[in-house]
């Protein structure tokens, strides 16, 4: 995937919302339609990774682990 970043727009569906993810983005992902995908909340952002179980729960903790941390993984980087 080109390191460039998408623009989506969120579109009305049903009663909820949601965007249209790029063709691209989906290969990167390595997903295809019908798949699902994980969504995780970091500061500022929302991470996406394709819904294995094994993998999804080890991204999970280390972004827990990471937002739990952060002063410290802050600290660290300006060292």
Same mark, same amino acid.
Not at 18 to 38: F, N, Y
Not at 62 to 78: K, P
């Given at each position: /995937?080109?390191?460039? #970043? +998408?623009?989506?727009?969120? $579109?009305?569906?049903?009663? +909820? +919302?949601? *965007?249209?993810?790029?063709?691209?983005?989906? =290969? !990167?992902?390595?997903?295809? @339609?019908?798949? @699902?995908?994980?969504?995780?909340? *970091?500061?500022?952002? *929302?991470?996406?990774?394709? %819904?294995?179980? @094994? /993998?999804?729960?080890? *991204? #999970?903790?280390?972004?827990? &682990? /990471? =937002? =739990? !941390? %952060?002063? #410290? &993984? @802050? =600290?660290?980087?300006? $060292?």
């Amino acid at each position: /995937m080109p390191n460039k #970043a +998408s623009t989506l727009n969120v $579109r009305a569906i049903g009663d +909820s +919302s949601g *965007v249209i993810l790029p063709k691209l983005t989906l =290969e !990167h992902l390595g997903v295809s @339609r019908g798949q @699902r995908l994980i969504a995780t909340p *970091v500061p500022g952002a *929302v991470v996406l990774i394709p %819904d294995d179980s @094994r /993998m999804g729960a080890i *991204v #999970a903790d280390a972004l827990s &682990f /990471m =937002e =739990e !941390h %952060d002063d #410290a &993984f @802050r =600290e660290l980087s300006m $060292r």
